[in-house]
């Protein structure tokens, strides 16, 4: 079977369906170096505008899976949630009413111009995107204000402010039916890894809590609800009360680096198999597999010497997301992904902090104004 993956990342997606023996081509923005390896053929492209004549050169496929901001391109048989259903999950303005009616835990949520009557302190984020990038606590008044400011501050959405675990459910759905494949911790705002408190640092898998059959009943009962199709995933926040729901992402997630190790899934095949209806069993875990993500502390060209250490930790299982030479990395956007599997969470996670560090160190050394190389992928 010939797929087409479109998307800025399409790494995780493009080497999950190469594992399971899919000739996969890929349209990527970023053209990392496992990108261009899993991928049977694969080719940069710098506007949406471009997509479909680039598609055209990889001839006829079977399907398309198209990645987030290009869920309404026009393709033949697209492998993804409607774009209503995307729209319908997405939009965070929209998301809590519907989890009210459904009597799913959620954070109270009002518009900017609402957001003091939820007093403080609040969390404000965008109303759809942003992987916890663009989230900000606002604890007062007068940070409300300054906040108001900003010519795009109704784009965004005020919330209550929860503490607790942040966690997610990694689900396999066909629309009428919904297996939930594992659950996950979330790694947020990691001082070592990234200098923005609330982005997407990684995940560890299998997570275990006492609140685990709450977890799995929410996720199952958003899925059936809206009707998702494919991989998704459902964010919480586990509180010492229980669980609340922050968010669903009906799309492949980045959890997938460590669902798949730990569970011994292919979480590509999954999905495709589900829009025939076929779902998989659940399984034990056979492993506790930690992913890392590692920003940039500053603006960085990556040289010969970064990429050719990353590659060979790649070869080894510890790396992925692996830049080219010579790409430009501005200051906190994730330079590379650090992965491990252990016997317990304390190891794996031990394993990408100390591989984390490892990069870090290497990336202090680079200059900002080494030249640009070309690369191309093919």
């Known amino acids: 079977m010939k797929v087409l993956v479109i998307a800025n990342s399409a790494r995780i997606i493009v080497c999950s369906a190469k594992k399971a023996g899919y000739t996969v081509f890929a349209l990527d923005f970023f053209g990392d170096v496992d990108t261009c390896i899993c991928s049977d053929k694969a080719r940069i492209f710098k506007s949406s505008h471009e997509l479909h004549e680039l598609a055209g050169t990889f001839g006829e496929v079977d399907a398309a899976i198209l990645g987030p901001g290009y869920e309404n391109l026009k393709f033949k048989n697209i492998l993804n949630n409607t774009p209503k259903v995307m729209e319908e999950v997405s939009d965070k303005s929209k998301l809590p009413k519907k989890l009210l009616s459904m009597d799913i835990p959620h954070p109270e949520t009002e518009s900017i111009d609402k ?46 402010y929860i503490e607790g675990i ?13 297996v939930v ?25 299998p997570f275990h809590s006492k609140f685990n059959n709450q977890m799995i009943q929410y ?77 940039a502390d500053k603006k960085i060209v990556i040289s010969q010497k970064v990429s050719d250490t990353l590659k060979r930790c790649m070869k080894t299982g510890r790396a992925a997301d692996i830049p080219q030479p010579g790409t430009v990395i501005p200051q906190d956007e994730p330079v590379s992904t650090m992965l491990a599997t252990a016997g317990t969470r304390s190891a794996a996670l031990e394993k990408v902090i100390k591989s984390s560090h490892d990069l870090k160190n290497v990336l202090k050394k680079e200059k900002i104004n080494n030249p640009v190389r070309k690369f191309k992928v093919i």
């Open 219 to 295: 996720a199952k009962q958003i899925a059936l609800e809206f009707g998702l199709m494919g991989s998704n995933g459902v964010d919480f926040i586990q509180t010492e009360k229980g669980i609340v729901v922050i968010e669903v992402n009906p799309r492949f997630q980045g959890s997938m680096d460590t669902v798949e190790p730990a569970f011994g899934i292919n979480i590509f095949d999954a999905h495709v198999k589900s829009f025939d209806g076929e779902l998989p069993g659940v399984k034990d875990p056979i492993c506790v597999a930690a992913k890392s993500i590692v920003y």
């Open 181 to 205: 494949v594992a659950l996950n911790e979330q790694l947020i705002g990691i001082p070592s890894l990234t200098g923005l408190p609330f982005a997407y640092c990684g995940n560890i898998t």
């Open 115 to 160: 957001a003091h009557e939820l007093g403080f302190p609040l969390m404000i984020k965008p109303k759809s995107g942003s992987g916890g990038i663009q989230n900000k606590v606002v604890r007062n008044e007068e940070e409300l204000s300054l906040f108001k400011e900003r010519t795009d501050a109704r784009e965004f959405i005020a919330q209550e």
């Open 166 to 178: 942040p966690c997610s459910a990694s689900i396999i759905s066909s629309g009428e039916d919904a």
